[in-house]
């Protein structure tokens, strides 16, 4: 699966020192002027997918835990709502030692680097993520049913779980991300390649490279996401199936 990177925009000094500090990596912060900020809902745009909580999904921002309660996983979700909010570089271990409510030496308990942090979050994320889409997956099922489930439990996935989506598409292709990362994502990208070429074996996918294919499917995901979290606009379920529909037109044979 190919997620799409942001890139870092080149500021001058003089207006890098006028305007507050933001990661350019992340789509939560407007690129350009911000409108009047008006109330936020939790995640109000993915629900109401077919099987996806109705309920709010866990916040993009967080604030301190509460005392108590297994230490690595408050550093762990501490870390990964930094990472969303301020990008990883953006990001410094007593920052997330703060959120945690832990001193900055616990976390080298736990892990031995930042780096070995991130990556531990990736790799937990990026299996769930798998774990989500591919469990109980209809490989018997014509194409046209096979794409229509991957893209609804995709979109379940955001909506469960927006935090970790975000992670994903922000820290994808990362220079950090180490060998053991790489391979997780390798075993992803080798399965869903070998659902493409079986596809266009039988006529049901149009030719051509699977990577060219499969990034037109995750850039326009991302991009229903991306104007999701931007501006705030609700979708529901016929949303989703509509943008479904006009995906599956063009990658279909």
Known sequence: MFFVRIRLVTRSSQKFLAEPTRNEYSFLTPMTTPAPPKPRHSQPALAGLDGAPSRPSQPVIGGKRAAGGDKR????????????ERGFFGTAVPEIADRASV??????????????????????QKLHFAQVVLDGFPVTAPTREQFRSLWMRMAKFAADNTN???????????????????????????LFTGIVTGAQARGELKAGPPRLLM?????????????????????????WKLAEQCLWEAVRS
Request: charged share 25%; with cysteine.
């Open 164 to 190: 970790a989506f975000i992670f994903l598409e922000l820290h994808h292709h990362a220079r950090y991300l180490d060998a053991e990362s790489r391979a997780v994502e390798n075993r992803m990208f080798d």
């Open 73 to 84: 996983e408050a550093i762990v979700d501490a870390a990964l709502e930094l990472f969303v």
């Open 103 to 124: 001193g900055a030496g616990t976390i080298y308990r736990y892990f031995e680097s930042k780096e070995a942090l991130v990556n531990a979050i990736y790799r937990q």
């Open 215 to 239: 990034g037109l499917v995750m850039g326009a995901f991302v991009g229903v996401i991306r104007s999701c979290v931007e501006i705030d606009q609700p979708l529901d379920q016929a949303d």
